[in-house]
Structure formats: structure tokens, C-alpha cells
């Protein structure tokens, strides 16, 4: 009975093996196609380095990373920074209007950031933003997960650290640099890598903050690309490729960031 047993669930492994072998294929292909494609039909190592040397050196490619380094980890930055300090607040101090604050950060979920787009223009362009860095970074700063996370695993430290912290004479931003923030670097390092992948590929705002080619971030300057005459597709690959490298480099942290900004919405 139980070689029946295993003998059922080695089919039904072997399936679920095949359906994933098919499903990696699919999702493959198009990577793959798009590398072999830019190589050209003869001499395909001398097409490939010709095609991608041609990105490099006959376009503004260098320019537009350097735009795009600073004000996806600009917004990085910002993010923790202000996303850590909210939550610990929320968290560990008592203020009016904490729990108005902490509504409005969970209904913020129910407004799509699309919807804000119009006013965020006419804001930047009131203040004399757009074609800046600073105006592709100010409206990406919307991020009420990490808010969240953060909040949630402020709440799961026990108090009496910090109430031992605060009878020895410590301050709230003494007792959050040295004991809670040190706690959840694991934490901090899987959102900073979620949020920088996020504001690297992002396009919209991007697109429509910045006209100057000179100040386009490398996702928006694939569509301008044609212009300089070499391979669009070669220069979609390279625009695509640090935040790659990154997720292979970080995957576990990735992973770990996304199972838990799931877990802690759905909690809140």
C-alpha cells in the first residue's frame, strides 16, 4: 500500500515537475530570444559585442544611468528613512491623532498612485521641478507598506527594552537608532532592495516629469533610443540588467521582503 502510495505521489511529482519546466520555459524564452537576437544571423559573438558596444559608446547610455543610480536610490533612501521613523512612531508614542494617522496610512491602499498623477504634475510644475531629480523623486515617496512593516515589527519588540532605555535617560530617536532599527536591518535591507527595483523600473512618472533627453531616467530613454540609431532591443536589455544582478544577488532578501509585506497587509 504505501509503494502505491509513493508510486502516486512520484507521478504527481513528476507532473508538477513537467508543468514547471514548462512554465520556466515560457517565461525564458523571451529573455533568451531578445539576447540571441541582437547577435545578429552571422558571426554571432562579433554582431553581440558590436550591437551592445554600440549602445554603449553611440548613446547618452552612461548619462542615463547615472540619472537613474540617483533618483531610484534617492528615493530609496527617502523612503526608509521617513517609512522607519513613521512606523516607529505609530509604534512606541503615544500623540494625537496616532490612530487617525495610522487609518489614513491603511486607506491610502484604496487610492491607486496612478490617480495622483495629474496632481503631482501640477505640483512639480508649480515648483518649478520638472527636468530635476528632485521632481522624479518627491512623488515616488508614496509607500504606506513599509510603513506598515515597519509598524508591525516595532509592535512584535518587547517594550521593556525601550522602557529600560527611556529610565536611563535615552530619547525616542536615541532608543530607535541604537536598539530598534539595529534589530531589523534584515527588514530594512529586503525593502530598501523591493523599493529600488520599483523606482528603477518605474516609467510612468518618469516619462512625464523629464523632456530633456540629457535627464531621462534609462527606463524612459529606451523610447528614444531609435534616434540614436543602434538596437533597441540590445538597449532594453541593458536598462534591465543592473536591477537583474541585483535580484540575483539579493534573492533571498527579495523573496523575504515580499512574503512579509504580504503577511503584514493582510494582517492590518
Not at 502505491?4 to 514548462?22: E, N
Not at 530613454?221 to 532591443?233: E, K, N, T
Request: proline share 4%.
Amino acid at each position: 500500500m504505501s509503494g502505491g502510495l509513493g508510486g502516486r505521489w512520484d507521478l504527481g511529482g513528476l507532473a508538477l515537475w513537467v508543468v514547471s519546466l514548462v512554465l520556466v520555459v515560457l517565461w525564458a524564452f523571451p529573455i533568451f530570444w531578445a539576447v540571441f537576437a541582437t547577435a545578429g544571423p552571422a558571426d554571432a559573438t562579433a554582431g553581440f559585442l558590436r550591437t551592445y558596444a554600440n549602445v554603449l559608446f553611440n548613446t547618452d547610455l552612461g548619462r542615463w544611468y547615472l540619472n537613474s543610480i540617483v533618483t531610484s536610490g534617492g528615493v530609496t533612501l527617502i523612503v526608509i528613512a521617513i517609512s522607519s521613523t513613521c512606523g516607529y512612531a505609530i509604534s512606541q508614542i503615544e500623540f494625537t491623532g496616532r490612530r487617525l494617522l495610522w487609518y489614513g496610512i491603511l486607506g491610502s491602499f484604496m487610492i491607486p498612485v496612478q490617480a495622483l498623477i495629474v496632481n503631482h504634475f501640477f505640483l512639480i510644475y508649480q515648483w518649478g521641478l520638472l527636468n530635476t531629480w528632485l521632481g522624479v523623486i518627491l512623488p515616488q515617496l508614496i509607500a504606506p507598506i513599509a510603513v506598515i512593516v515597519y509598524k508591525q515589527f516595532f509592535d512584535s519588540i518587547p517594550q521593556e527594552l525601550g522602557e529600560a532605555a527611556f529610565l536611563d535617560g535615552a530619547k525616542h530617536w536615541q532608543i530607535f537608532l541604537n536598539i530598534y532599527l539595529p534589530m531589523n536591518w534584515g527588514v530594512t535591507v529586503a525593502l530598501a532592495i523591493i523599493v529600488f527595483i520599483g523606482a528603477w523600473n518605474a516609467f510612468l512618472w518618469p516619462f512625464l516629469a523629464v523632456t530633456k533627453p540629457e535627464m531621462m531616467n534609462v527606463t524612459v530613454s529606451i523610447a528614444q533610443i531609435r534616434s540614436y540609431g543602434v538596437s533597441g532591443l540590445a538597449a532594453a536589455l541593458m536598462a534591465g540588467l543592473p536591477v537583474v544582478v541585483i535580484y540575483l544577488l539579493f534573492q533571498r532578501r527579495v523573496t523575504e521582503a515580499v512574503t512579509l509585506s504580504v503577511a503584514e497587509k493582510d494582517e492590518a
